[in-house]
């Protein structure tokens, strides 16, 4: 069965502080890998896609980075502001399931002054 | 260029009651997507669309139906509301393909009492 699953659960940061979120996946056969950012009370927004051919890709301050061997993934975001409290979902899409997506159920990040 | 819009915002629904839940976009694209968010859980495709006309289910489509008369306009019908189907209801669109950026509405959190 296709998941995806992050780690922490939760995590609370001092402003200006980085942080890093995990995800692992059993998604096969793996397309592609997305990052969402949802505010609450919104939908999500895309911060990022991966091949599984791509290591490493930005967006600002948010850096994502990929191991199709390990299946695992990363969202690494530098300098956090306030704005940045939102939950973070992993998003795997395997070949031949057309444009749907298996979601984690995210990290819900908490940026405090 | 609203990007996709969703109605209502919130609903309460009794036991056995129907409604629809309205989803329309203005970016012409030819994929289409309904998902449920419960809470602590990864968002469910429900059901999705790759044209007008043409329309299959996702991952939990019982107790749902829906529609794709247009291009813009993918409504989400609810017969005989159950409280297993409080959510909160996402649609998104995408272009056509594994590789496009799902676009997501602002959501509907209906709740059945």
């Known amino acids: 069965k296709n998941q995806v699953e992050q780690s922490p659960q939760s995590l609370i940061i001092l402003e200006g502080k980085n942080c890093t979120l995990q995800?692992?996946?059993?998604?096969?056969?793996?397309?592609?890998l997305r990052w969402y950012k949802q505010d609450t009370g919104r939908g999500p927004v895309s911060l990022t896609i991966?091949?599984?051919?791509?290591n490493t890709k930005s967006n600002g301050r948010y850096t994502a980075t990929l191991d199709a061997d390990t299946k695992q993934s990363s969202l690494h975001i530098t300098a956090s502001q306030l704005s940045d409290s939102a939950s973070y979902i992993c998003?795997?899409?395997?070949?031949?399931?057309?444009?749907?997506?298996?979601f984690g159920t995210g990290t819900q990040l908490k940026v405090e002054l | 260029n609203a990007g996709v819009t969703q109605t209502p915002k919130f609903r309460i629904l009794k036991i056995g009651q129907s409604m629809t839940l309205q989803c329309a976009q203005d970016?012409?694209?030819?994929?289409m997507y309904w998902y449920r968010q419960d809470p602590g859980m990864g968002l469910k495709l429900i059901y999705y669309?790759?044209?007008?006309?043409?329309?299959d289910k996702g991952e939990v489509p019982n107790g749902y139906n829906v529609s794709r008369s247009t291009t813009e306009d993918f409504p989400l019908r609810l017969e005989l509301a159950a409280p297993s189907q409080t959510s909160v209801y996402f649609c998104?669109?995408?272009?056509?393909?594994?590789?496009?950026?799902?676009?997501f509405g602002p959501g509907t959190r209906l709740t059945v009492t």
């Open positions: 995800c692992n996946y059993t998604v096969s056969p793996f397309s592609n």
């Open positions: 970016m012409n694209h030819n994929y």
């Open positions: 998104a669109s995408s272009g056509t393909g594994g590789w496009y950026e799902q676009y």
């Open positions: 991966m091949t599984f051919s791509e």
């Open positions: 998003v795997v899409s395997f070949t031949g399931g057309g444009n749907k997506l298996t």
């Open positions: 669309s790759v044209g007008a006309g043409i329309t």
